[in-house]
């Protein structure tokens, strides 16, 4: 089956203690891309990435590191987590930029 | 800088009624636009695009759009809604010349009376 994997969906954290949220697309997908949605403020992007070894920032990338060393998975970093990272974030791919996004089911993040 | 705009914030309908929500973008180029759903609990889905050709677009679910160039807009519509469509929709934008960027507008939240 199609699908974007992420994991934990659930993860309650403590201020500045690292954490790694994993991304992993089965569809040979070139485009990937992190975004946090908060309440009243849609989705805001935080990095994508065209290609392997290919990342760039987008909308919010202050606090967070990205890596594409393999074409599947696009992990998300936050090397030293504080209380407003707290958001509901997600991974999506696409097999280009400009085509239809398939979004993994979410990663619930609370930052005490 | 360029902005999706979603003017609704929260929608209540009765069942049966019809439904449109607003979608309004900042670029005068050329783009591609969507509408996203997110069920209560649920990741976003594609609802339907427009890339090119007739502007009106019919996506799932009885879902259509139209695309109006002329005032940078993309609304959704449905002539009558379902409790199931309980949900929130996202317009998100990706213009050409920032071809590796997709803007979202900040969703709008749709409820339904039974």
């Known amino acids: 089956e199609a699908q974007v994997t992420q994991n934990p969906r659930y993860l309650i954290t403590v201020t500045g203690k690292k954490l790694t949220v994993t991304c992993s697309q089965n569809?040979?997908?070139?485009?990937m891309s992190w975004y946090r949605q908060d309440p009243g403020l849609g989705l805001r992007q935080i990095y994508y990435s065209m290609n392997v070894e290919v990342t760039d920032k987008g909308d919010v990338p202050e606090g967070y590191k990205v890596s594409r060393k393999e074409k599947r998975n696009f992990p998300l970093i936050l090397e030293s987590p504080s209380p407003n990272q707290t958001s509901l974030y997600f991974c999506?791919?696409?097999?280009?930029?400009?085509?239809?996004?398939?979004f993994g089911n979410g990663t619930r993040l609370t930052v005490t | 800088a360029q902005s999706v705009s979603q003017h609704n914030h929260h929608v209540i309908l009765s069942e049966a009624a019809s439904l449109e929500l607003g979608c309004n973008y900042s670029?005068?180029?050329?783009?591609?636009l969507f509408w996203y759903v997110q069920y209560p609990g649920q990741h976003l889905q594609l609802l339907l695009k427009?890339?090119?050709?007739?502007?009106l677009v019919k996506g799932i679910k009885g879902f259509e759009a139209e695309f109006i160039k002329s005032k940078f807009s993309f609304n959704l519509r449905k002539p009558s809604v379902q409790w199931s469509d309980t949900a929130e929709y996202f317009c998100a934008v990706n213009a050409y010349s920032s071809a590796s960027k997709i803007i979202f507008g900040s969703g709008t939240r749709l409820s339904i009376r039974p």
């Open positions: 999506a791919s696409s097999l280009q930029v400009n085509s239809p996004l398939h």
């Open positions: 670029y005068g180029g050329t783009v591609n």
């Open positions: 569809m040979n997908h070139e485009y």
């Open positions: 427009y890339f090119s050709g007739d502007p």
